[in-house]
């Protein structure tokens, strides 16, 4: 058709251009503006659901899905930063990539190339290439190709989170400044829903913590003897801290500690020597807790997932006798370390701690409360029933000797020695009623043992101590060897006659007995209930117990077992 000169230039144009092509153009941008109010209207739809959702792995999951919807992306990633320089990024959430891609694949990334490039510079990228980037890296083998990317920082106030990644726009051409825009809108979204997550999960852990005290507290109530009480936090320490090993070390002072309680795979070697005891006493002295970034890094240079990472150390503080509560996590873990509260676990660790010192009080009372029965008991027996019973047997030491039938006589004489047998069998119950069968303080309890000893034996052993018998004798055999002390000592009352009794206890490599005495030894038909019973105690934990003839005269008891 001619085109009329006279018509005016812009309707000439339109000729030129064709109505078709215009109406296209029209059309396709009216498509855009529709898509582009869709893809808005389900970012709305995104933030509604993500603010319902207050688990954070599900939360993460949900995110990539939608970034990846939303940005028309075939891959979606969402790197979450870690703590550690070593490894930027502490959490890799893909979606895209089916499970055999991802198995062939190996191990996912950790922050280096172009992710690396985001995580030091916190601001949107996008590119057409990745390949073309000079800070690229390429991708491992079994890797799927991926050409355009989209980077957007996810943060949470002034503190970037972690960072969402797109790439292969599913058109086949580059991600626009639509895209980038609509991501950075999910992404400030995403912020406020994981900072919401967060806390929630924070609130679980302090519930943890919380649970933790008051079933401790509860169960002390109950009255849980110690060793079990400092097991019970051990164990709840760790499953509130979600720690691979929790450990508890106490002492009289901060250069003697012990390894007191223990819960999961602890190695006593690393605890209790070098670099990680001189933590425990440091934390104990000036009641700071510390924070290890690498607790077996000086011992041994593992590098092994499984071998322990960060820990924690909190003081213990837990009259009369503090220590030290201490958390620890594999390098396969070490993130978990991060969301520990210090604070949560020095009140935890000092909340309990007065609920044991509340419960040992309590045991104190209790315990003296049976002492005095005892030396009530004592007292009566000694000074009633002993007195009616060396009154009767004078009166029959004074009948006999006015008795002048043989048979009859022999009679009296044989009541006579049964009365002093039962005097002597007397006084072995009462020093035997002050033996102390649960002690805080070993050294103490020989020593009230030793003073009752001497009180009805007539005879004052001599008594020594070699070694820090307090800190190095557990309770448990602390208790055995008062029983054997005691059975010792009631054999030299009945049976030795002796006039000088000496006690010796050594507290090294090994905790040793020895009770030596000069009187008339031991006789060949002696019963050996008592001494079998000395020997099985020591035979229990390992050792051996010794009774031979002294020179010239007397009786050597020697009881030791091993202290590892």
């Known amino acids: 058709m001619a085109i009329d000169p006279s018509l005016p230039r812009p309707q000439a144009a339109l000729e ?18 529709r898509d582009e109010q869709a893809r808005w209207r389900l970012l709305l739809d995104a933030v509604v659901t993500m603010a ?3 688990s954070l792995d599900a939360l993460l999951g949900r995110i990539v899905q939608i970034a990846r919807d939303l940005a028309g992306a075939r891959y979606a990633a969402l790197g979450v930063l870690g703590a550690r320089h070593e490894r930027p990024l502490r959490t890799f959430v893909t979606h895209g990539l089916t499970a055999e891609q991802v198995a062939r694949i190996g191990e996912l990334p950790v922050g280096h190339g172009i992710l690396g490039l985001i995580i030091d510079h916190p601001e949107p990228l996008r590119l ?9 890296f390429g991708f491992p083998a079994h890797h799927p190709p991926m050409h355009s990317f989209l980077g957007v920082p996810v943060a949470i106030g002034e503190k970037v989170f972690g960072n969402l990644y797109l790439t292969e726009k599913l058109d086949g ?22 900072e919401n997550a967060r806390l929630h999960e924070e609130a679980g852990r302090r519930e943890r913590w919380l649970a933790a005290t008051a079933e401790i507290t509860a169960r002390l109530a109950d009255e849980t003897a110690d060793e079990e009480a ?12 979600e720690s691979d090993a929790a450990w508890i070390l106490t002492g009289a002072d901060a250069d003697h500690l012990r390894l007191a309680a223990t819960a999961g795979d602890v190695p006593a070697e690393l605890v209790t020597h070098g670099r990680v005891a001189d933590l425990a006493s440091t934390t104990m002295r000036t009641g700071v807790p510390a924070v290890v970034e690498n607790l077996t890094s000086a011992e041994d ?8 990472g960060p820990a924690l150390l909190v003081p213990l503080q837990v009259d009369p006798v503090p220590g030290v509560l201490a958390l620890a996590w594999t390098r396969a873990h070490a993130e978990r370390a991060a969301d520990v509260d210090v604070a949560l676990a020095g009140a935890f660790a000092e909340q309990t701690g007065l609920a044991l010192h509340v419960a040992r009080t309590r045991a104190v009372r209790q315990r003296l409360a049976v002492y005095e029965d005892r030396d009530r008991i004592g007292r009566d027996l000694h000074d009633i029933v002993i007195q009616r019973l060396f009154a009767i047997g004078l009166g029959l030491q004074g009948a006999l000797r006015r008795v002048d039938d043989p048979d009859l006589a022999g009679r009296l004489d044989q009541a006579v020695e049964e009365i002093d047998d039962t005097i002597k069998d007397i006084r072995r119950t009462i020093f035997e009623l002050g033996a102390m069968s649960q002690s805080d303080d070993l050294q103490s309890a020989v020593v009230q043992l030793v003073e009752r000893a001497a009180g009805a034996m007539k005879v004052r052993p001599t008594l020594a101590f070699e070694g820090p018998v307090r800190l190095l004798i557990p309770d448990n055999v602390g208790r055995d060897l008062l029983a054997v002390l005691g059975e010792a000592l009631a054999n030299a009352a009945r049976h030795a006659e002796a006039d000088e009794v000496s006690v010796v206890v050594v507290a090294g490599d090994e905790a040793r007995l020895r009770v030596v005495d000069n009187g008339r030894g031991i006789g060949s038909d002696v019963v050996e209930s008592g001494l079998a019973n000395m020997r099985r105690r020591a035979e229990k934990y390992g050792g051996h117990c010794r009774v031979v003839p002294g020179e010239p005269n007397g009786t050597i008891v020697e009881w030791s077992v091993p202290l590892g």
Do not use: P, Y
């Open 16 to 33: 030129e251009t064709g109505f078709e092509e215009l109406l296209s153009e029209v059309l396709e941008r009216v498509r855009a503006t």
């Open 52 to 54: 319902a959702d207050l």
């Open 128 to 136: 057409r290439n990745l390949g073309e980037h000079q800070g690229s």
């Open 173 to 194: 051409g580059e991600f626009t400044e639509q895209d980038e825009r609509i991501v950075i809108a999910l992404a400030a979204a995403a912020g406020v829903a994981i």
């Open 230 to 241: 400092l097991q019970l936090v051990a164990d709840r320490a760790r499953d509130a801290g």
């Open 301 to 308: 240079g593992k590098r092994s997932q499984d071998a322990l």
